[in-house]
């Protein structure tokens, strides 16, 4: 018999689809002067208070475990933030769990929930993660299709529609990537209605909670009458601070959700690393500016860039949330990828395709906007050129 | 409306039509700001910010402190105005602490800026007493990091 390591894998895994942009990305690799606006990560690097506070542990020694769960210093703040910006109250003790980015929360807390044969609902265009993540778990995905109708927002129709006895959590990721979504309390309350007579747990990841352009702040399911006890609240420093090369993270939630999440935890990570915690305590304290100064940065940008799409004829919603637009390109003609590969072959601009994100995201791009004016309009320009081709 | 100074302060190229839009105005109501901030003495200029250090031309900067006597009526504004009239003072300012003035003077060479220190400005009547601080290096100018300007070091595309 023959030896082979590749049949040694995990069927599951073997069997996950390969990354959705990764032949555009090789493409790209392999040119010069590309404009990108396909990165779903901050421009802004992390302010330099913070930074400062991370190479303080570092000069103090601080280089050791923390506890399993986190720094206790760290999670009484982000207890205090949890109560500060959203009105949530967690007890730091056994309510708060620092991880290592959203990522890692979003892994235990789908681990923590599912058994095989359970059903995840993940409404798309999403994040990639959550659908394999639900299969490593033994889990199946149930994908909600938002439509650019409803501007993508998870509606308690569509919800209802896919409930079945065998549905685990509902995976609720506002403010989205791809698409710009949010839910407002409104929309949450529907959602609520639905899920109030159920045992259906909730996995709300917002991550981008800070990053929304309405007058009303970021709304948590968690502060919805009833939702508290079901839900796991993900949220992390990346976006909010610009922190993404720190992986670092948290989920909040009931003792008896955290308490099994830290078991996974304790047994996989150890613990998040420390130096990125004592920076994100400076963060905590002292980033409340840091986050508002950005965040009025990304506003203009937002506005030039739907703005750009919608003149130029690609309709483009207007996304309240992250740092994302999901513009229409079905005036094309073309496919998402179709478009996105011309597009970076002929004008050298790399677009992430709305497919990437989920079937229901064909026939729209996600463009971020993480990027300098000057470096958007001349995006702008480009796919402009670009389309009059086609339309 | 001080928004559209904060846009314009960091970045001088945005036409009124991109400001209009990211500020929910109409282009010609930015216009009219514009010309109204620049007759109000509030727009004053526009400048390039250049690294000088990169180009092929040597350029000395000093940083001059300045103490004198201030004169009955008029403070230091008249003194002050007697320094900013010459082309080689870039900046003077009134300070609090050890000192009254200070100026930022540029010039070709150290030779030139000592002979316009020493031989302009110290022999003031008003002036009592100057000091002299050459710039050897320029880290940061303008709020612009001349010696490592960030670089977009982020993948090409990601998730």
Same mark, same amino acid.
């Given at each position: ?134 299969? %490593? ?176 004829? %690609? ?29 970076? %072959? ?46 | ?159």
């Amino acid at each position: 018999m023959k030896f082979s390591p590749k049949d040694q894998i995990n069927s599951v895994v073997a069997n996950l689809p390969p990354s959705g942009i990764r032949k555009l990305f090789d493409i790209a690799s392999g040119m010069d002067g590309v404009i990108s606006l396909g990165i779903g990560e901050p421009d802004f690097i992390t302010p330099w208070h913070i930074r400062n506070a991370g190479i303080m542990s570092l000069e103090k020694g601080r280089t050791q475990y923390t506890s399993n769960a986190g720094l206790v210093e760290l999670k009484q703040e982000v207890a205090n933030y949890m109560k500060r910006r959203f009105g949530l109250s967690y007890e730091p003790n056994n309510q708060v769990l620092i991880t290592v980015g959203g990522s890692e929360a979003i892994d235990l807390a789908i681990r923590a929930f599912v058994e095989p044969g359970d059903e995840v609902l993940i409404p798309i265009p999403c994040f990639v993660c959550y659908d394999p993540i639900t299969r %490593l778990a033994g889990g199946v995905p149930v994908l909600l299709e938002t439509k650019a109708e409803d501007n993508f927002k998870l509606t308690p129709e569509l919800l209802k529609k896919n409930i079945t006895d065998k549905t685990k959590a509902l995976i609720l990721p506002f403010p989205n990537n791809p698409t710009g979504a949010i839910m407002d309390k409104e929309d949450l309350e529907k959602i609520a209605e639905v899920l109030r007579d159920t045992n259906i747990m909730i996995i709300s990841d917002e991550i981008y909670a800070e990053l929304t352009y309405t007058d009303k702040r970021h709304v948590s399911i968690a502060e919805i009458d009833g939702m508290y006890d079901r839900t796991v609240v993900i949220n992390g420093f990346s976006k909010a601070y610009a922190m993404t090369g720190w992986r670092l993270g948290f989920a909040c939630g009931h003792p008896d959700v955290i308490g099994p999440m830290i078991k996974i935890h304790q047994y996989a990570i150890m613990c998040a690393p420390t130096t990125s915690q004592y920076a994100a305590i400076e963060a905590l304290r002292f980033g409340d500016k840091d986050i508002e100064d950005m965040k009025t940065e990304y506003n203009y940008r937002r506005k030039l860039i739907v703005n750009g799409f919608n003149k130029m004829g %690609l309709d483009c919603f207007e996304p309240m949330g992250a740092f994302y637009c999901f513009p229409s390109i079905k005036r094309t003609g073309l496919s998402s990828e179709e478009f996105c590969e011309k597009l970076l %072959l002929e004008e050298k601009i790399a677009l992430v395709p709305g497919v990437a994100f989920g079937k229901s995201g064909e026939g729209h791009l996600r463009v971020s906007y993480a990027y300098s004016v000057e470096h958007i309009k001349k995006a702008l320009e480009g796919v402009e050129r670009f389309i009059s081709k086609y339309i | 409306m001080h928004r559209i100074l904060e846009l314009l302060e960091n970045n001088s190229n945005l036409t009124p039509e991109d400001i209009a839009v990211m500020i929910d105005k109409t282009p010609d109501e930015v216009r009219a700001a514009i010309s109204q901030y620049e007759k109000e003495g509030v727009i004053v200029g526009k400048k390039t910010i250049i690294n000088w250090q990169k180009a092929d031309k040597d350029l000395v900067t000093a940083f001059i402190e300045i103490k004198c006597t201030p004169q009955y009526g008029r403070g230091f504004d008249q003194i002050a105005e007697r320094f900013y009239q010459y082309e080689q003072v870039k900046s003077v300012y009134l300070m609090s602490g050890a000192y009254d003035l200070a100026l930022i003077v540029e010039g070709n060479s150290l030779t030139e800026v000592a002979s316009f220190v020493s031989g302009k400005l110290a022999p003031m009547d008003t002036v009592i007493s100057t000091c002299t601080h050459f710039v050897l290096k320029k880290y940061k100018d303008n709020g612009v990091m001349l010696e490592t300007p960030p670089k977009d070091e982020r993948q090409v595309m990601a998730f």
